[in-house]
């Protein structure tokens, strides 16, 4: 089925690893880049690139925006280092564009989280990933809350290693470990045609199974 794909973070590393899969697979994309330096680079993956700073869209602005699509993926993030903007895009964009999702009857949201998340994500106050922490367990439970068709994907620290095709997931037996971006945005491609992964939050690593057989575990 071709869906009408919205993806966030659009220039995002992961991001630039799944937009060919998903416009391989026949998806119309767009591709939200905050960056315009950004438009040719995202062109060429076959996605049509939207430049929108969803930092400051209000949810009125985002649903305009998500109108006519069937799918969000959220792969962007302030990365890190300064808690305020951490908090403004990981925690309050994250949630405008669910409600926005919502408002223009955008059925399917895929966030991109990390192994990990929630509210007992024990990473003390006084540590610089607090604020992240924080802001993707909001951001996630408010996403669990909605009436959407979500599904939360929780990958492990991230690499650069080349694609595997293949994971472990905690309902497998992973505790966490690494897991690479290319491999990520496969698992992203895979949930997003598998609608068992809906209302699931999914943590993965690297591991010996593939990919569409360890989601459907």
């Known amino acids: 089925m071709r869906n009408r794909i919205v993806v ?16 391989d697979a026949g998806h119309q994309v767009t591709a939200i880049i905050r960056n315009p330096d950004h438009t040719a680079a995202v062109a060429a993956t076959g996605a049509s690139p939207l430049v929108a700073d969803v930092e400051r869209l209000d949810t009125g602005a985002l649903a305009e925006l998500f109108t006519g699509h069937d799918t969000i993926i959220w792969s962007a993030g302030a990365g890190g280092g300064d808690p305020t903007r951490t908090f403004a895009v990981d925690r309050d964009a994250a949630i405008r564009s669910m409600d926005a999702a919502i408002q223009a009857g955008v059925p399917r949201y895929l966030m ?13 106050q006084d540590n610089p990933f607090f604020a992240y922490a924080e802001a993707k367990a909001a951001a996630d439970r408010h996403l669990a809350g909605t009436t959407l068709s979500w599904t939360v994907l929780a990958p492990s620290r991230l690499t650069d290693d080349p694609a595997t095709g293949r994971i472990e997931t905690a309902a497998q037996g992973a505790t966490g470990g690494a897991v690479s971006r290319a491999d990520v945005a496969a698992t992203i491609l895979a949930a ?3 609608p068992s992964t809906v209302g699931r939050t999914i943590e993965f690593n690297n591991g010996p199974t593939p990919v569409a057989e360890a989601l459907r575990a």
């Open 8 to 23: 966030i973070g659009g220039h995002g590393k992961v991001a630039r690893l799944l937009l060919p899969l998903l416009t």
């Open 112 to 124: 991109v989280s990390y192994f990990g998340a929630g509210p007992d994500h024990g990473v003390p």
């Open 192 to 194: 997003l045609h598998d």
